[in-house]
């Protein structure tokens, strides 16, 4: 990972901290889940990288997968708190993700996702980091309490 990236993610990371703690929420301990795609032509966008749509995406529907594992409830995305896109992505680079959930309060759940892309020689290199704000939600699309479902 580039030292600016680290740095970047650092500083975000001890600023949510901080803003967390005013409004005590508890910090997350929750699994480290995977999605892995390969960019195909589909993918593309007109400069020839991966198209920025495409990768916010598989970020929704991987933050959804970690909030649902987290919370064992059905959620939607509420807030895209970040979204940082560090280097570019191209035809048949593997794109591995990786999201975690980090913190969370009554009703939801702050996921941090952070992408890489892989060469076929192996090379893995990060090429952005998302935070996105899930809220747990019933059957007629209304918050619950999470807080009874987490261990």
């Not at 892989?118 to 935070?131: D, Q, S, V, Y």
Request: contains cysteine; aromatic residues 6%.
């Amino acid at each position: 990972m580039s030292k600016l990236f680290h740095d970047m993610q650092k500083e975000e990371m001890d600023r949510a901290k901080e803003q967390l703690s005013h409004i005590q929420k508890k910090v997350a301990d929750g699994n480290i889940l995977e999605q892995v795609h390969i960019v195909m032509a589909s993918d593309i966008n007109g400069m020839g990288r991966l198209f920025g749509g495409r990768i916010m995406e598989w970020i929704d529907v991987l933050s959804a997968v970690v909030a649902r594992d987290f919370t064992k409830q059905d959620v939607t995305t509420i807030k895209v708190e970040e979204l940082v896109f560090e280097k570019p992505a191209f035809i048949n680079d593997t794109i591995i993700m990786r999201g975690k959930a980090v913190s969370y309060g009554k009703t939801s759940v702050l996921v941090e996702i952070i992408s890489y892309a892989r060469k076929l020689t192996g090379e893995e290199f990060p090429i952005n980091c998302a935070r996105l704000k899930m809220v747990a939600v019933d059957s007629l699309g209304k918050a619950v309490n999470i807080r009874k479902f987490i261990s």
